[in-house]
């Protein structure tokens, strides 16, 4: 038995393969996003980078891939777009967002489990207990890194809600602080 011919209007299309095409185009758009974002800021000189390089480079990458899968999808048979769920993208832009909006007022322990919670609607799949675990251990493990050892400016409870719990976890951030920073 032979295979059925293409459809006509698979043969007469240029596009050999739609899902490389689109993201393709895709990336392309996110690189010109990026590197317009990044358009006033100074590249900088051999003698010291400025803050607009690493931007613009990486929006280049991610327009030299753009261009690739364009290519490829131009070139080599593939597959085809199928449909896709807006569930998943809105919540996580959804999770950003709220991240955004919250980290500055109630800090990090609010914002970080909001964050995990809102972006594991995302899939139908998620278990209650593993979000609540992880978001529980990266939010901790977030404000560890952040506040102590980067010791960079962000809230991580400014409305006090673990207070019955600050005098373990500040036990926990010395031993841990003595292992990572080896007794310095």
């Known amino acids: 038995m032979t295979d059925a011919p ?5 043969r007469s299309s240029a596009i050999r393969s739609p899902l490389d095409f689109a993201g393709g185009l895709f990336l392309l758009a996110i690189a010109a996003v990026g ?3 990044a358009f006033t800021l100074p590249f900088g000189q051999l003698s010291g980078i400025g803050s607009g390089l690493m ?11 753009g261009v690739a899968l364009v290519l490829q999808g131009l070139a080599i048979g593939g597959d085809r777009l199928e449909r896709w769920a807006v569930r998943g993208p809105l919540l996580v832009l959804a999770a950003v967002l709220v991240f955004a909006f919250t980290i500055r007022l109630a800090g990090l322990v609010v914002a970080g489990p909001l964050c995990f919670v809102i972006s594991a609607l995302a899939d139908r799949d998620t278990r209650p207990v593993e979000v609540i675990v992880s978001a529980t251990v990266a939010t901790l493990a977030c404000g560890f890194l ?3 050892l980067l010791n960079l400016p962000i809230p991580f409870d400014p409305m006090s809600i673990l207070w019955p719990l ?3 976890y ?7 602080k003595g292992l990572v920073m080896g007794g310095r």
Do not use: E, I
Not at 55 to 65: E, Q
């Open 55 to 65: 931007p613009k480079v990486v929006a280049v990458l991610v327009a030299t891939f």
């Open 170 to 176: 500040d036990a926990l951030k010395v031993a841990l």
């Open 35 to 37: 590197y317009a974002g």
């Open 6 to 10: 293409p459809d006509r209007a698979q």
């Open 166 to 168: 600050h005098a373990p």
């Open 146 to 148: 952040f506040k102590d």
